[in-house]
């Protein structure tokens, strides 16, 4: 049996950057990740300029720059919009492995376990992990003991339902998706279509090797059949606009011809195209005032601790962040501290986004609120400035409409 001061469930951006920090104090850190070797995450893959600036060591990961991206609304309107401030994408096996290697690097030690919660137990000084070898091995049982546990096994987290409680399905968001190849011609644009007749938006995201494709949508109003087919709609338009090059600048986004479902890139792609999907968290108003995100020996980092924003599905910066307090109160030999840090720093903003977040997606002035927000960007350059660093995180939600106001009654 090994015994540490910390243990930490998830070996993705929190978990890892919680043990880095942690490690290069000293500490003594076992950063449990359970998933098979080279299974990715289900994500995006988006950084937020807001974090490439708090962490620039991030852009020593493999990934690919964005400065520009084109947007589209439920019509179809199309405005393309270039970034003050890039963000970058990446694979999520190199960026999670880049910064689990740093948790090693720092010392940390990592043990490629599954976890099981069923056999947890709550010890009088800490905590009692039992784990088993993942990927339909053959067996073997192992025990661990620590001071803290931290939980930061993503949006489904057992440790954060066992500790915090479960969260309601309608508190939750789907997104799914496929990763696809680079277009033939090498016009791989950045792109965010926001959904006719649906809550959220489908993106195509370039990567080093390849596209990430997805949609981001509400688990109550998920329908998978109809809402795959609208991502396939999107795909083959993403191609064709690809294919064609500048000669035609936007695409012809859910207007598929029927004799598209036939031809041949379309049927290629169905052979090539590698599915994911996963649960992300968007907590409704009140739980924010709620639900916390640590105790007596433990804390939840990241989705776990639901720590993601309930417009975009964005928490790439919010696991980084939140793994960021964790460390420093813990360091400071005040863990229960994190609570407060969380909420001071970015908890008022999560919540204010998921305020927002009925009315992002619903109707303003007979029309989708999404669609006259891509209008007003069109014709006036102050909203597009607004909204482009929206876009890369640098504008919160908080002062947005202030900023749109003020914007608006610019030249």
Partial sequence: MDRFEVLIVGAGPAGSF????????????ALFDGRPPGEPKACGGGVTSKALKAWPHLLEAVGRTIDELDMYSPSGKHLHLKLDEPFAVYSRISFDTFLRERARAAGAIIVNRKISLRQMKSLE??????GVTPGG????????TGRFLVGADGANSAIGKKLAGPLAPAEMEVAFGYRAPLPDSGEAATVVAFLPKWVGYAWAFPRVDHVSFGIATTQDAFDHKSLDALLWDFMVSYYERAQVGDSRPKMRLWKREATQINN??????????????????GLAPRTWD?????????????????????VTGEGIYYALRSAELFADAYLAGKPLDYEDRWRNDFGGELKRASQMRRRFYGNFWGAPFTDRMIEF??????IRKVLGRLVAGDQGYVDLKKKLARSALKP
């Avoid at 041949?264 to 968290?281: C, E, F, G, K, S």
């Fill in 377 to 382: 960007a069109r014709g006036h350059r102050g």
């Fill in 264 to 281: 041949l890139r379309y049927d290629n792609l169905r052979h090539t195209a590698q599915r994911y999907a996963a649960r992300i968290p």
């Fill in 137 to 144: 091995e053959r067996k073997t049982i192992e025990e661990w």
């Fill in 290 to 310: 709620t639900r916390r995100a640590c105790g007596e020996n433990w804390a939840l980092l990241g989705d776990a601790a639901g720590f993601a924003d309930p």
């Fill in 125 to 130: 000084d800490g905590w009692l992990l039992t």
């Fill in 18 to 29: 919680a043990a880095e920090r942690l490690a290069r104090e000293g500490v003594s850190v």
